[in-house]
């Protein structure tokens, strides 16, 4: 790679198109075998540790992934949309990054104690020191993973997750039952990137050489940071919130926060996880064309609704069953919080999809105005919110993603020239869903009072995904083809690439 290597051509769309489906199924398939592993080990881990246990590791995760960027500084998301690449660059970012994590890892052993205040756990120090680990395997690997991102193998991206985090789980288990208490969730979050790390640098096929150029550094810099700015700002609006909660209501309340929300995540991951690392390199392949570019981005805006609604209605019905039965007794506060939240995911479904958007077309500095104003806006509500609970903060939450919604329906609108009008109408489709599948699962689940608590949510699931299903087919039938198109697209990449290999190896 000592000579410039370009950017594949836009091509035809079905070119783009089959490399998009062919990813976003692996990656959504890598999601589903983590999390349905996950779904064990977690109810494993909520008998045996307590909300503080959670509310400690979530509030040391709210602190690492700011030094995450400083390792980085956004040269990743650099190298995954620009037009060529070279040796020079890609060494350049790796030696910043490999020196800045060590470095960062080092300076948050330091301040350690200081974070310690905020939090007033005893338990927070020693557990975001070792944590800190963590920085410097991700810094190594964020070049690689770029890399492999760029020419969207997501095959090998999906295969090193599920491996890091069955790994991770096995570890979470073995220290849990051997007493080590929040321990055995340290010990998940770095044995996940170490494994990751390892596992990048053996796919992506690419050892770094003793290059460092300070033009490459200022250009990589100048994109960069607005990426940096972006995700700072998430950064900090996950530390204050964390900062608030725990200090207005206890660490604990923060553990029954933070299951709520990986709930939530869980369910998200499950269907949309894909979105925004295949998307982002989607649309850097079309952003020369108007037209494509609308087209694929209200197309994918649909499907992402058709497939994320449904779980995250069942959430927002079925957590009354959900929570005791997955995470056993003791986590009955995280109920409401989760339905609250359930409905807040479903109003910003759009947002990862537009995140992608932005990134793929070369305009994180608009994506950062964005994000810093609602970041801002969720901190001041979280803030004014906190003292009345954690189901008036997850209403705050709600109420921040409504207008977050109805404003990115304007600033898509301007990125792709088009009208704000034709952002926001995939929207109505979903909107009408919730409304009315919500409504039939919430009947099924008070007509079954009586029945196994499982039965009833089986029933619950059901009757939201088949009520979803009519709404869809009355209302945006293309989808359907939509969908059947993208699988298609997939199998037919997934088939050639298997007839392939099997004439080289021949």
Same mark, same amino acid.
């Given at each position: 790679?000592?000579?410039?290597?370009?950017?594949?051509?836009?091509?035809?769309?079905?070119?783009?198109?089959?490399?998009?489906?062919?990813?976003?199924?692996?990656?959504?398939?890598?999601?589903?075998?983590?999390?349905?592993?996950?779904?064990?080990?977690?109810?494993? $881990?909520?008998? #045996?540790?307590?909300?503080?246990?959670?509310?400690?590791?979530?509030?040391?995760?709210?602190?690492?992934?700011?030094?995450?960027?400083?390792?980085?500084?956004?040269?990743?998301?650099?190298?995954?949309?620009?037009?060529?690449?070279?040796?020079?660059? *890609?060494?350049?970012? &790796?030696?910043?990054?490999?020196?800045?994590?060590?470095?960062?890892?080092?300076?948050?052993?330091?301040?350690?104690?200081? #974070?310690?205040?905020? @939090?007033?756990?005893?338990?927070?120090?020693? =557990?975001?020191?070792?944590?800190?680990?963590?920085?410097? &395997?991700?810094?190594?690997?964020?070049?690689?993973?770029?890399?492999?991102?760029?020419? /969207?193998?997501?095959?090998?991206?999906?295969?090193?997750?599920?491996? !890091?985090?069955?790994?991770?789980? =096995?570890?979470?288990?073995? /220290?849990? *039952?051997?007493?080590?208490?929040?321990?055995? $969730?340290?010990?998940?979050?770095?044995?996940?990137?170490?494994? =990751?790390?390892?596992?990048?640098?053996?796919?992506?096929?690419?050892?770094?050489? &003793?290059?460092?150029?300070?033009?490459? %550094?200022?250009?990589?810099?100048?994109?960069?940071?607005?990426?940096?700015?972006?995700?700072?700002?998430? /950064?900090?609006?996950?530390?204050?919130?964390?900062?608030?909660?725990?200090?207005?209501?206890?660490? !604990?309340?923060?553990? +029954?926060?933070?299951?709520?929300?990986?709930?939530?995540?869980?369910?998200?991951?499950?269907?949309?996880?894909? =979105?925004?690392?295949?998307?982002?390199?989607?649309?850097?392949?079309?952003?020369?064309?108007?037209?494509?570019?609308?087209?694929?981005?209200?197309?994918? *805006?649909?499907?992402? +609704?058709?497939?994320?609604?449904?779980?995250?209605?069942?959430?927002?019905?079925?957590?009354?069953?959900?929570?005791?039965?997955?995470?056993?007794?003791?986590?009955?506060?995280?109920?409401?919080?989760?339905?609250?939240?359930?409905?807040?995911?479903?109003?910003?479904?759009?947002?990862?999809?537009?995140?992608?958007?932005?990134?793929?077309?070369?305009?994180?500095?608009?994506? &950062?105005?964005?994000? *810093?104003?609602?970041?801002?806006?969720?901190?001041?509500?979280?803030?004014?919110?906190?003292?009345?609970?954690?189901?008036?903060?997850? @209403?705050?939450?709600?109420?921040?993603?409504?207008?977050?919604?109805?404003?990115?329906? #304007?600033?898509?609108?301007?990125?792709?020239?088009?009208?704000?009008?034709?952002?926001?109408?995939? %929207?109505?489709?979903?909107?009408?869903?919730?409304?009315?599948?919500?409504?039939?699962?919430?009947?099924?689940?008070?007509?079954?009072?009586?029945?196994?608590?499982?039965?009833?949510?089986?029933?619950?699931?059901?009757?939201?995904?088949?009520?979803?299903?009519?709404?869809?087919? $009355?209302?945006?039938?293309?989808?359907?083809?939509?969908?059947?198109?993208?699988?298609?697209?997939?199998?037919?990449?997934?088939?050639?690439?298997?007839?392939?290999?099997?004439?080289?190896?021949?």
């Amino acid at each position: 790679m000592t000579e410039p290597e370009s950017r594949d051509s836009a091509g035809p769309a079905g070119s783009v198109g089959r490399s998009a489906a062919t990813g976003a199924v692996w990656l959504t398939v890598q999601k589903w075998a983590v999390r349905l592993s996950g779904f064990v080990t977690i109810a494993i $881990l909520t008998r #045996f540790l307590g909300p503080e246990d959670f509310g400690t590791v979530a509030a040391a995760s709210t602190v690492l992934p700011f030094f995450y960027l400083l390792a980085d500084l956004g040269f990743a998301a650099y190298i995954v949309q620009v037009d060529r690449t070279d040796r020079r660059m *890609l060494s350049t970012a &790796f030696w910043f990054s490999a020196l800045a994590g060590a470095l960062l890892c080092g300076v948050i052993v330091a301040v350690a104690p200081l #974070f310690g205040l905020v @939090f007033d756990s005893d338990e927070f120090v020693p =557990v975001l020191q070792v944590m800190s680990i963590a920085v410097v &395997f991700t810094a190594v690997s964020s070049v690689p993973t770029a890399l492999l991102r760029r020419e /969207m193998r997501f095959r090998a991206l999906a295969i090193q997750g599920t491996i !890091a985090a069955l790994v991770a789980q =096995v570890v979470a288990i073995a /220290m849990t *039952l051997t007493g080590l208490g929040v321990w055995a $969730l340290v010990g998940q979050a770095l044995a996940t990137q170490l494994v =990751v790390a390892v596992l990048a640098w053996f796919a992506a096929g690419w050892r770094p050489a &003793f290059l460092f150029s300070r033009a490459e %550094f200022t250009t990589m810099t100048r994109f960069g940071s607005q990426v940096l700015g972006v995700e700072f700002v998430a /950064m900090c609006r996950a530390w204050a919130e964390a900062a608030i909660i725990s200090g207005v209501l206890g660490i !604990a309340a923060l553990g +029954y926060l933070n299951i709520a929300q990986r709930l939530v995540q869980i369910v998200q991951d499950l269907t949309g996880a894909a =979105v925004v690392p295949v998307s982002t390199v989607a649309f850097a392949k079309i952003r020369d064309s108007v037209g494509r570019l609308q087209a694929a981005y209200l197309r994918a *805006l649909r499907m992402t +609704y058709a497939l994320l609604t449904p779980p995250l209605t069942f959430i927002a019905v079925g957590a009354p069953l959900i929570i005791p039965i997955i995470f056993g007794d003791g986590w009955q506060e995280s109920i409401p919080v989760a339905q609250v939240l359930a409905l807040a995911g479903i109003m910003v479904v759009g947002a990862t999809l537009d995140h992608g958007l932005f990134y793929g077309l070369g305009k994180p500095g608009r994506w &950062f105005t964005y994000a *810093l104003v609602i970041d801002a806006i969720t901190v001041t509500v979280t803030a004014l919110t906190a003292r009345s609970g954690l189901v008036a903060v997850a @209403f705050g939450f709600l109420a921040v993603a409504v207008v977050a919604t109805a404003s990115r329906w #304007f600033l898509v609108a301007r990125l792709i020239q088009a009208s704000p009008g034709m952002t926001a109408a995939p %929207f109505i489709f979903p909107a009408v869903s919730v409304l009315v599948s919500g409504a039939a699962g919430w009947g099924v689940l008070t007509l079954t009072g009586e029945l196994n608590s499982f039965v009833r949510l089986v029933l619950v699931g059901l009757t939201v995904l088949l009520v979803h299903l009519v709404v869809v087919r $009355l209302l945006v039938r293309p989808v359907i083809d939509e969908v059947a198109g993208f699988l298609r697209r997939s199998r037919r990449s997934g088939t050639g690439r298997l007839r392939l290999a099997t004439k080289e190896g021949s």
